[in-house]
């Protein structure tokens, strides 16, 4: 079973228009979505994979700063679900008639929106069947002397379980090593894939099966 949920974060800011952008106020909105995927059973809830999109940028020159003309204008600059482009749409219309920037009312203003959407998708794992999903003890005996590569000082690479630099195992947190699954080759921190695959025998990325019972 899955479900998902979907909430926003939202900072904004106003200050004087810069010349460059012309006479007519704007909206410059910096947005970026983060993906949270957790599996969950009768033990609790594990995080599994944290992803971030790259950031977009989208200046708007709106007419009107009511909501539902910028909700409209929103939907077609940002490609995104009604009810995300509703809910910023009422974030910026209530800074812009805030008393607080009454001042700016009567001139050219820039604001900056940056936007962060959260998605966290949940994996429950029914009672009966997560017993028998973690990996066998010898499973992780071979990762560890079979797969442990050394990490890369040069390298911008990502756990994508914890979301921290690969570099990072350089430090006693991660116990000095990364574990590179044996067939798709991703590569995670020993600490993060070593809990994860004691509830779940595959990668977290692809969902392949490290050594499968028949290989020597």
Not at 46 to 66: G, M, N, W, Y
Not at 76 to 99: G, M, N, P, V, Y
Not at 134 to 157: H, I, N
Not at 191 to 211: A, D, E, T
Request: with cysteine.
């Amino acid at each position: 079973m899955e479900t998902e949920t979907l909430r926003l974060q939202v900072a904004t800011r106003m200050s004087k228009l810069p010349s460059n952008l012309g006479f007519t106020s704007a909206v410059q909105i910096e947005l970026h979505e983060v993906i949270h995927e957790m599996l969950e059973d009768v033990t609790g809830t594990t995080p599994v994979v944290a992803s971030l999109s790259p950031i977009s940028h989208v200046l708007l020159k709106p007419r009107s700063f009511l909501p539902e003309q910028l909700s409209r204008l929103l939907r077609r600059q940002l490609h995104r679900d009604t009810s995300i482009c509703e809910s910023l749409a009422e974030k910026i219309s209530s800074l812009r008639f805030s008393r607080a920037n009454y001042t700016l009312y009567q001139r050219p203003f820039l604001m900056t929106v940056k936007v962060r959407v959260i998605k966290e998708v949940r994996f429950i794992v029914s009672p009966v069947s997560a017993p028998s999903s973690g990996a066998p003890v010898d499973v992780f005996q071979r990762l560890l002397e079979e797969q442990t590569v050394e990490p890369s000082m040069d390298s911008d690479e990502s756990c994508s379980i914890c979301f921290e630099k690969l570099s990072d195992s350089l430090s006693e947190t991660y116990h000095n090593s990364i574990i590179q699954m044996p067939k798709c080759l991703h590569s995670f921190h020993q600490k993060c894939i070593f809990k994860w695959i004691g509830r779940q025998n595959s990668c977290p990325l692809c969902r392949r099966v490290p050594f499968e019972e028949d290989e020597d």
